[in-house]
């Protein structure tokens, strides 16, 4: 069973609408939960990291965390074309320092 | 130089040939790592150093050796690789201080491209 699993994509959306990205997790015991986006070319940037049941707001982007249904999830919105990207999943697990990442959701914002 | 910078960015090599990567980081972090991004795959965490510590190997190959002379270098040693081995390797650092997921925060470089002919 895979560790962290995410929709590969792509997701395509229009530009100014709202582009949800779902991520579940096999590890009960995490605590805490990161989302990263990875241009292509590019090394993975943080976007924000949650770690409290609930929402999470950071401007355009929204995380939301249940970790009853280990379930996290991503919500941008207006997106715009140069949210293009993959988004990475990445869930804090078990050993020391282990951040261990899913395969990432592929987004396409079409103008 | 900021952030964490890797060279070199692009690397060729035979399969009997042995190479390294280089990894720096100048953020006064604690806690290095090696990751591997193969095409449609999961980053794979290879090692984790934590105060020049290795605290993580992640079932790695032999023919990958980790080296990190303090905080801020880490080295990725390369011989007698496979063709199956290509794949962007990506050095990151994070605070590894106790108080949260913000410590956990990896800062990533921009990665080594390396092709093992």
């Known amino acids: 069973q895979k560790e962290v699993e995410q929709n590969s994509g792509p997701l395509s959306v229009p530009e100014g609408a709202i582009a949800s990205l779902n991520c579940t997790y096999s590890?009960?015991?995490?605590?805490?939960f990161f989302w990263y986006r990875q241009y292509s070319g590019k090394s993975p940037e943080l976007i924000m990291f949650?770690?409290?049941?609930g929402d999470k707001e950071d401007g355009r982007f929204t995380a939301q965390l249940n970790k009853a249904s280990q379930y996290v999830s991503l919500l941008i919105r207006d997106s715009q074309p140069s949210d293009s990207a993959t988004y990475l999943c990445?869930?804090?697990?078990?050993?020391?320092?282990?951040?261990?990442f899913g395969a990432g959701t592929r987004l396409a914002v079409h103008p | 130089e900021t952030g964490v910078t890797q060279t070199p960015r692009h690397l060729v090599m035979g399969m009997t040939n042995k190479k390294s990567l280089k990894c720096e980081q100048h953020?006064?972090?604690?806690?290095m790592y090696w990751y591997k991004q193969s095409a449609k795959k999961p980053l794979e965490l290879m090692f984790v150093?934590?105060?020049?510590?290795?605290?993580e190997n992640n079932s790695v190959p032999s023919r990958f050796s980790p080296e990190c002379p303090n905080s801020s270098h880490l080295f990725l040693h390369l011989h007698t690789l496979q063709p199956e081995d290509s794949a962007l390797y990506l050095c990151?650092?994070?605070?590894?201080?106790?108080?949260?997921?913000?410590?956990?925060?990896?800062?990533f470089g921009a990665g080594s491209r390396l092709t093992v002919l």
């Open positions: 990151a650092s994070s605070q590894d201080r106790t108080g949260g997921a913000g410590a956990n925060v990896l800062t």
């Open positions: 590890d009960r015991g995490s605590q805490s």
């Open positions: 949650i770690y409290s049941n």
């Open positions: 990445a869930v804090l697990s078990g050993g020391y320092n282990k951040l261990i």
């Open positions: 953020l006064g972090h604690n806690a």
């Open positions: 150093y934590s105060l020049e510590e290795r605290v």
